[in-house]
């Protein structure tokens, strides 16, 4: 149990440390390409930040635990619009969602949030719901890309000559690929040793991924959206936590449900995440709406929401056994 413990704690560790290097790594990358602010924080930040989930969601499948995979997801989205949002929200005092594109982009959060609870209420998580997840998330990468001409801000642009430019960025092509690697083999260890973990202490797979990995695969998105606040930049920490809830529920959990579909036969576990799911996605579209900003007040209240989440969900568990 001991040495399950170790791996799971380790392959967090290494599975965050190596989702900040992918951060990293593409900022630098859209430096070097000159891509613009607004693509690299509404498209290319969100997807980086969630590899993860990504790559935990494709293992956990792979692995025929599609429930950790889930639970997961689940866990990583509540962080998302309460945790990440409240801290934000605190540091500050007020996050302005009145861009138009903030204003689609909280919808689309929304809707991604709720989509797949809707999907899984019949009891079965089919493939045909991971494709409508994947079209789901196509149709939003369309509007996206079609919102970001109105944008020609160039992110953080460097001026190193021509062949320094070119050294840098196979230097930083092949970091990418180094920490996709870590990515990989960090999920391998997380999935591996959270079913041992199940299997010996009777633990629920949902539990360890709602509360376990769900912390550990949103660390990316808390580094950047800190790093974020720190320089300035407010709307790419926006852009990134909204992307990144869409990257989890349209592109993460349509890939689970395409590669392992599953039937929920204990519905009661589930049950504790998908209604913090709403909760987390209801209050946040209430104080995104009022007056387009969400106060450090507001802030405190989705932090609020977080923690009573994780005192329910380990009651829950408490109550099982």
């Known amino acids: ?87 934000g929200a605190i540091f500050t005092k007020k996050l302005e969602l009145g861009e138009k594109t903030f204003k689609r982009g909280k919808f689309f959060a929304c809707v991604f949030t709720i989509l797949p609870l809707l999907l899984i209420f019949d009891g079965f998580f089919s493939r045909s719901d991971g494709v409508i997840l994947i079209i789901g998330f196509l149709f939003y990468l369309k509007e996206v890309l079609r919102e970001q001409r109105r944008f020609s801000k ?72 800190i790093r974020a606040i720190k320089t300035g930049r407010k709307e790419m920490m926006l852009g990134g936590t909204l992307g990144s809830v869409i990257v989890n529920s349209g592109l993460a959990l349509g890939i689970v449900g395409i590669i392992s579909p599953f039937r929920i036969f204990h519905f009661s576990l589930y049950f504790n995440a998908i209604l913090f799911s709403f909760l987390a996605s209801l209050f946040f579209l209430i104080f995104a709406s009022t007056k387009n900003q969400i106060t450090r007040r507001e802030g405190f209240f989705l932090l609020f929401i977080y923690l009573i989440f994780v005192i329910f969900e380990v009651l829950l568990e408490i109550a099982r056994f």
């Open 154 to 225: 160039i992110f953080n642009k460097i001026a190193e000559s021509p062949f320094e430019k070119f050294k840098l960025f196979f230097k930083e092509l092949a970091i990418f690929v180094f920490s996709v690697c870590l990515l990989i083999l960090s999920a391998e260890g997380i999935v591996f040793s959270s079913e041992k973990i199940a299997l010996t202490s009777g633990l629920s797979l949902i539990i360890i991924g709602v509360l376990g990995i769900a912390l550990g695969t949103s660390l990316p998105e808390i580094a950047f959206g």
């Open 1 to 87: 149990m001991i040495e399950f413990v170790s791996i799971f704690i380790l392959s967090c560790i290494v599975l965050a440390k190596s989702g900040q290097i992918v951060v990293k790594s593409l900022s630098n990358l859209a430096k070097i390409l000159k891509w613009r602010e607004f693509v690299v924080a509404t498209i290319l930040m969100a997807l980086a930040s969630s590899s993860p989930e990504i790559f935990v969601g494709i293992t956990a499948s792979l692995s025929d635990s599609p429930q950790l995979a889930v639970g997961n997801i689940l866990g990583s989205n509540i962080i998302l619009l309460t945790l990440v949002l409240g801290v």
